[in-house]
Structures are given as C-alpha cells and as structure tokens.
C-alpha cells in the first residue's frame, strides 16, 4: 500500500496544525493529499475543495470537529485507509466505532508529535 496521507481539514492559515502537518509530512518525503474548503497551496500540496476518489491513501489525518465529520463518514471509508487518526480535538466514539467495524485502525493521537519521535 502507498504511503499517502489525506489531511481533512486542511488550512491556508500557517497557525493552523493542519497547514503545520502538511509541511512536516512534505520534509518527510511523504506523498501528501489535502482537503479543506479554500482552495489553495501549501507546501507544494493543492488543496482539494471537491472530494476526490484518491486510490491508495495508507493515512488519514483528521482536522474536523466531530460534529464536522458527519458528512465524511462515507467518503473517508470508501478510501479504504489502512488508518485514521483523530487529532486533539477530533476524536469521535461512533466514527471510530464506524471504522473498526470495517477493519480499518483508529489512532487518537497528534500526527505531529508521531512524526516528531518517529511513530508515524
């Protein structure tokens, strides 16, 4: 399986850990897709404002609030993501009950702070 990563939620703003994480995963050499509702670049990366039916996404990494997930339930399980990992903040009991039942793992953690002591 590819290595690729989808960030959802992805930001313009370089505040924002979702536009952080993006740059990281770049510097890493990581393949990296990005969504998020302004269209845009960041580090190299577009960021897509229409859902894309991406192939081979190993990683999701989640910038959504809960209540803000909803809609992605369908889209982000019919990537078939071997992982999805909830960011603080974004941790979500029945999206992650939703993804173990279809066998894909759930990580509550920060992608940054795995990137930084080498666990991503």
């Known amino acids: 399986?590819?290595?690729?990563?989808?960030?959802?939620g992805a930001s313009l703003k370089e505040s924002r850990y979702s536009n952080i994480v993006i740059h990281r995963l770049v510097a890493e050499g990581h393949s990296v897709k990005a969504f998020g509702i302004k269209e845009g670049v960041v580090s190299g990366i577009?960021?897509?404002?229409?859902?894309?039916k991406y192939s081979k996404i190993n990683t999701v990494t989640m910038y959504?609030?809960?209540i803000n997930q909803k809609n992605f339930y369908n889209y982000i399980c019919s990537l078939?993501?071997?992982?999805?990992?909830?960011n603080p903040g974004t941790?979500?009991?029945e999206f992650i009950h939703i993804l173990n039942k279809?066998?894909?793992?759930?990580e509550i953690a920060c992608t940054l702070?795995?990137?930084?002591?080498?666990q991503y």
Not at 113 to 118: E, H
């Open 102 to 106: 279809k066998q894909i793992e759930t």
């Open 1 to 8: 399986m590819s290595n690729t990563t989808l960030v959802i």
């Open 113 to 118: 702070v795995l990137l930084s002591t080498n």
């Open 64 to 66: 959504l609030s809960p």
């Open 80 to 86: 078939h993501p071997k992982r999805v990992i909830f």
């Open 46 to 52: 577009s960021i897509d404002t229409n859902l894309k």
């Open 91 to 93: 941790e979500n009991k």
